[in-house]
């Protein structure tokens, strides 16, 4: 899917679905760079109106599904810093996902959790969503967020 005629705000509509406002960042970064024709995002964390959704270590004290949804959380935190320095209809494609999984011991499941952020791109984005990836397990996230994704991604 290339962008629609209406651009990209319209099928967010059409998902019933709103960009958050910007994150603030937590220490010395800004939440999203451009250099030529790409924009890196900064790590998003799952904040909703300024908090966590929740804190701790998945396969711990936090649920799969639940960390799924906090990374979508995060893309669409990670949109929202995009669509501020160069505004969303500017994308192309998405080329990259990283996401960070705080992680129990034991838990090897980190690719299920950033499918949350993975599959809002897709549903967003289409075939422009497509994107190369990577899906870590750390011992600890700032603020002790169970997750963390940034994306990278072509702009005109």
Same mark, same amino acid.
């Given at each position: 899917m290339t962008a629609p005629a209406a651009g990209w705000h319209a099928r967010l509509r059409e998902l019933g679905i709103r960009l958050p406002p /910007?994150?603030?960042p937590v220490a010395a970064y800004v939440p999203? /760079?451009?250099?030529g024709q790409l924009v890196f995002t900064s790590g998003q964390l799952p904040f909703?109106?300024?908090?966590?959704?929740?804190?701790?270590? /998945?396969?711990g004290s936090v649920e799969v599904e639940d960390a799924a949804a906090d990374?979508?959380?995060?893309a669409l935190n990670a949109l929202a810093a995009i669509d501020d320095l160069v505004g969303?209809?500017?994308?192309?494609?998405? /080329?990259?996902?990283?996401?960070?999984v705080a992680s129990a011991e034991g838990f090897s499941g980190q690719p299920r959790v950033v499918n949350g952020a993975s599959e809002l791109l897709g549903r967003?984005?289409?075939?422009a969503g497509v994107h190369?990836?990577?899906a870590v397990g750390v011992a600890e996230l700032p603020m002790n967020a169970p997750v963390e994704v940034e994306?990278?991604?072509?702009?005109?």
């Open positions: /910007v994150a603030a999203a /760079v451009r250099t909703v109106d300024g908090g966590l959704r929740r804190t701790g270590k /998945v396969g990374a979508k959380v995060c969303l209809d500017s994308i192309v494609k998405v /080329v990259r996902v990283v996401g960070y967003v984005f289409g075939e190369a990836r990577s994306l990278t991604v072509e702009v005109r």
